[in-house]
């Protein structure tokens, strides 16, 4: 595989590099490269997905994604709850006055979960690694708790208890899930443009907390311990499914890392 390091070793110019290292082909604006990148992005994500909602009922308290098609979605067998048909972040999760047209606009997180408020969380706890904010307080904060995922609800006992959008305000956590490629040797310039990115939607959404669940994988198929594996974990997957997890996710971006290098040399050359 390229990397910047082999330009240097064979003398290559910048220019010369940034074709052909998988990094910067993130910057690349040849329309079938955006479009490589984006499916490398939204094959992820469905990915992760399918193995969240294989978890208990967490499937259930998922409430929009933005992760591509439907089509692309039945292709890789994804039943998604229809609580989650939506690709915007749903109204009920914003102040009663906030516009629609800031709705469909606004930076749209991969997808959202909303679960039951755990005790622990009402007591301004939350996951490893997760960022989250309290209503009220209007700020981020990195947290470093060890409480346990976002409780699995139960509809057997009362189909209607759990439904995410019959929770109030004050009894629901909202998680939101962002998956982003990043450089392998460089995760933390993408984990801050992240947090960046959500910084305003989470101060508006309206729960008990919100976190912010930043997953990150290497554009060479780097799996990361703090940015990848624990995320997971507080989603909800136990070992054995964050390896397979992982696993799957470390081929696809090698493959795809393969792809972009052999197609963008093929540009090159026509």
């Known amino acids: 595989m390229w990397y910047c390091s082999n330009s240097q070793q064979v003398k290559l110019a910048p220019s010369a590099c940034s074709r052909q ?11 079938q490269i955006r479009e490589m990148i984006t499916e490398r992005h939204n094959l992820a994500c469905r990915m992760i997905l399918k193995a969240i909602s294989k978890t208990g009922s967490l499937g259930s308290c998922i409430v929009s994604k933005d992760i591509g098609s439907n089509e692309r979605m039945t292709m890789q067998n994804l039943q998604i709850s229809e609580t989650a ?5 749903p109204k009920w999760l914003l102040p009663p006055r906030f516009p629609d047209k800031d709705r469909f606009t606004s930076k749209r997180p991969d997808f959202v979960l909303v679960t039951p408020s755990a005790a622990k969380t009402q007591k301004q706890q939350t ?7 309290q209503s009220g307080r209007g700020q981020l904060r990195e947290t470093g ?3 346990a995922a976002p409780p699995a609800t139960s509809r057997a006992t009362n ?3 759990h439904r995410p959008k019959d929770l109030s305000k004050t009894r629901r956590d909202i998680h939101l899930v962002e998956i982003k490629y990043c450089e392998d040797t460089r995760p933390q310039n993408q984990l801050n443009a992240t947090k960046e990115q959500h910084k305003d939607l989470c101060n508006i959404l309206q729960g ?6 930043i997953i990150l994988l290497g554009v ?3 799996i990361y311990n703090t940015h990848t594996l624990k995320p997971f974990k507080e989603l909800g997957l136990d070992s054995q499914r964050v390896k397979k997890l992982a696993s799957k996710l470390h081929v696809h971006s090698v493959n795809y890392a393969a792809k972009l290098v052999h197609t963008r040399r093929a540009l090159s050359s026509t």
């Open 21 to 31: 290292c998988p990094a910067h082909l993130s910057g690349c604006q040849h329309t």
């Open 208 to 213: 008990a907390s919100v976190t912010l669940h």
């Open 220 to 222: 060479g198929g780097t």
């Open 159 to 161: 189909p209607r208890q």
């Open 127 to 133: 996951n490893v690694g997760g960022w989250v904010l």
């Open 145 to 147: 708790s060890t409480s």
């Open 85 to 89: 048909e939506s690709r915007i972040v």
